[in-house]
Every structure is written in structure tokens, then in C-alpha cells.
T-cell receptor
Framework: KAGVTQTPRYLIKTRGQQVTLSCSPI?????VSWYQQTPGQGLQFLFE???????NKGNFPGRFSGRQFSNSRSEMNVSTLELGDSALYLC??????????????FGEGSRLTVL | QQQVKQSPQSLIVQKGGISIINCAYE??????FPWYQQFPGKGPALLIA?????SEKKEGRFTISFNKSAKQFSLHIMDSQPGDSATYFC???????????FGSGTQLTVLP
């Protein structure tokens, strides 16, 4: 059974650009969550999608957005990139809505560097 | 109130020793406490998790101890092995929170 797949794995952008990251969850998983990981702030929740609807959002500016498609695949977008957006962006999938209902399966992440 | 405080930041243990990582939380609504293990270049992977209706859960060499009154929980790794060298994150959540709140992480090094 394939795990969570994130693309691209690495990317470099410059300030002011925008970026789109993709996540394919484990087959059958309907919930997709996104987390940002940085050395200074650790792992922080961005948002969760279930059945194509954003169900919960973390404390991030509106430049961070996402969506989920009917096949449960998800994308997140960051517009007007800032240096502080450099991070590892992790996608996690689960069968049900909400992390306390069971295991979150994380992908290997997309490492974004903003110059 | 959503914070989860984790210590120590780093830990060095000899092979065969016991590794202990501690976490404390404030939000009494938290009802699910997982531990994640992360190797360099990989995403976190669930190691073991506990709910507050039990005080201890053991899976192989890994044990979670949970103290509800003190709002603390800890991970014990018995017979630590070099392959256990990784970063460990505690986390907490509740049905109403709908997101995992992670601790700051502990970098464990097990010396051969």
C-alpha cells in the first residue's frame, strides 16, 4: 500500500513568488492535513481538508491556502513568498476527520527555500 | 493553553540504556497523546499513542507513562539502540481542537 506522496520534494523560489505543493494521500484516506516544520517554530498546523472542504485552519496568514479534490488529493498554495516561509511542508492523511480519531500518516515533505 | 512543552531538547544515551523524554500540557480538554519519531529526510511516523483513561501503555521497547493530575506524559525507550537515534515529538489533541499540537522535539542519539 503506497504511502503519502508529496511533490515536489525540493524547490527554490524567490521572495514575492508563489508556490503550489501537492499531496496524494493513502488510498481510501479522506482527510488531508498540512503542517509546516521549521527549526525555530517546530511543527505547526496549517489546515485540514475532508471531503473537499476545509474543516480547520491554523494560525497562518491568508497567503497560505489549500484545496482538496474529489479524489482526496490536496494542494496548498503560498502566495507572495517571504523569507520566513522557508520550511518543510508536511502533508498527513488519515481515514477520518480529526487527528484524535486515529493515526496520521505523514509524507516525506516538500522542502521550500525562499531566497 | 494550547502549548505542549517537551524536554530535554537533546539526549545522548549509551546502547542498552533507557531514554526518557517528558512532555507537559495545559489544556485539560486534550484527550489523545501520540508520540512521533522522525528520521532525517523523512516525515514523522506514529510510534505509540495513549488516551487519558489509562496511566501506561507499552508497545515493545516503548512505553508511555501518563499522569493526568500532573498533566504530564513521558516516553520511555528501554534497551535503546543506535537505530533509535532520531527526533521524537510528543503531541496532544482533542476532538474540539481538531489539530495536533506538537512539542518542540527531542533529538536522541544512542551511542554504540
Amino acid at each position: 500500500k503506497a504511502g503519502v506522496t508529496q511533490t515536489p520534494r525540493y524547490l527554490i523560489k524567490t521572495r514575492g513568488q508563489q508556490v503550489t505543493l501537492s499531496c496524494s494521500p493513502i488510498s481510501g484516506h479522506r482527510s488531508v492535513s498540512w503542517y509546516q516544520q521549521t527549526p525555530g517554530q517546530g511543527l505547526q498546523f496549517l489546515f485540514e481538508y475532508f471531503s473537499e472542504t476545509q474543516r480547520n485552519k491554523g494560525n497562518f496568514p491568508g497567503r497560505f491556502s489549500g484545496r482538496q479534490f474529489s479524489n482526496s488529493r490536496s494542494e496548498m498554495n503560498v502566495s507572495t513568498l517571504e523569507l520566513g516561509d522557508s520550511a518543510l511542508y508536511l502533508c498527513a492523511s488519515s481515514l477520518a476527520l480529526g487527528p484524535n480519531t486515529g493515526e496520521l500518516f505523514f509524507g516525506e515533505g516538500s522542502r521550500l527555500t525562499v531566497l | 493553553q494550547q502549548q505542549v512543552k517537551q524536554s530535554p531538547q537533546s539526549l545522548i544515551v549509551q546502547k542498552g540504556g533507557i531514554s526518557i523524554i517528558n512532555c507537559a500540557y495545559e489544556n485539560t480538554a486534550f484527550d489523545y497523546f501520540p508520540w512521533y519519531q522522525q528520521f532525517p529526510g523523512k516525515g514523522p511516523a506514529l510510534l505509540i499513542a495513549i488516551r487519558p483513561d489509562v496511566s501506561e501503555k507499552k508497545e515493545g521497547r516503548f512505553t508511555i507513562s501518563f499522569n493526568k493530575s500532573a498533566k504530564q506524559f513521558s516516553l520511555h525507550i528501554m534497551d535503546s539502540q543506535p537505530g533509535d537515534s532520531a527526533t521524537y515529538f510528543c503531541a496532544a489533541t482533542s476532538g474540539s481542537a481538531r489539530q495536533l499540537t506538537f512539542g518542540s522535539g527531542t533529538q536522541l542519539t544512542v551511542l554504540p
